[in-house]
């Protein structure tokens, strides 16, 4: 009697493992593919499912978008330089069962075909027109691993460039090449800046031809330097700009005074 309880007990034992394995839940990011006797019988989606036990095996695909860094690359642009790339890939699962009966690693294989893919766009590209077309470059890579990928399952997102290193030596080339072009810059605004003026005093001297004009720079010029009052201000004029203000008074006695000072001499 004993012995029937425990062999019952062995059995409801071995009854419950089978059942809890036969159950697995399908995360909401994750698809899974059911492989039974080493054939794809079924994609399932997220959920709870059931499957038969030592005869079904499970395979999870994470269905999130995954990046793919590629840190560090060397590349030769046409003109011969060596750069340093920075770029990023994004990618997510399309298609479950391409990707496990077409690809081992997939991760490894986008990631070694994306560092082969940049080494080949870069080499298109002089090194000026390079630092121009980042997004150019980045949409060509992008399409490059694409055409690939998509026979594995995978779709890829976008990629871009993070960052581009050049040698230290170019570096210097190119400081030396911004500060040349500023002094450049600011010579032809300095030399923009002469020929206004120029043209202004031009105008201005044309104006000044008149007395009226001439009195009141005149002025506005005894008005400026007379805020300082410790100052003791002589302003020597013309007489034919004293007649034509007014003063005639003023100039007869200027005139006198000059004459009685040759006559004593």
């Given at each position: ?35 039974r006797?080493?054939?794809i ?12 036990p ?52 997939y991760?490894?294989a986008?990631?070694k ?6 080494r ?59 500060e040349?072009?500023r ?22 001297a ?60």
């Amino acid at each position: 009697m004993i012995d029937f309880y425990i062999t019952v007990g062995i059995l409801i034992v071995i009854l419950f493992m089978l059942l809890t394995s036969s159950i697995y839940i399908v995360q909401q990011w994750e698809k899974a593919a059911i492989l039974r006797l080493g054939q794809i019988d079924a994609i399932v989606d997220p959920g709870l499912h059931f499957r038969v036990p030592v005869i079904d095996v499970v395979r999870r695909v994470d269905q999130r978008t995954q990046t793919v860094d590629l840190m560090g690359q060397s590349a030769i642009t046409k003109d011969n330089i060596s750069v340093g790339i920075d770029a990023v890939v994004f990618m997510r699962i399309e298609d479950t069962e391409k990707l496990i009966t077409q690809i081992v690693n997939y991760r490894d294989a986008v990631s070694k075909y994306a560092q082969t893919a940049i080494r080949n766009i870069i080499g298109q590209y002089n090194l000026d027109d390079l630092l121009e077309s980042r997004e150019e470059i980045a949409i060509k890579l992008k399409e490059e691993i694409d055409r690939l990928a998509k026979e594995w399952g995978i779709d890829i997102a976008r990629a871009g460039l993070q960052d581009i290193s050049l040698p230290e030596d170019m570096k210097r080339a190119f400081a030396v090449q911004a500060e040349a072009e500023r002094e450049s810059r600011a010579i032809l605004i300095k030399a923009e800046a002469e020929l206004k003026a120029s043209t202004r005093l031009a105008e201005a001297a044309k104006n000044m031809e008149d007395p009226n004009t001439m009195q009141l720079r005149i002025l506005s010029t005894v008005n400026d330097i007379s805020k300082d009052q410790s100052n003791t201000i002589i302003l020597a004029l013309p007489l034919e700009t004293l007649r034509a203000a007014g003063l005639q008074g003023v100039a007869s006695l200027s005139a006198v005074s000059r004459n009685s000072k040759r006559s004593d001499i």
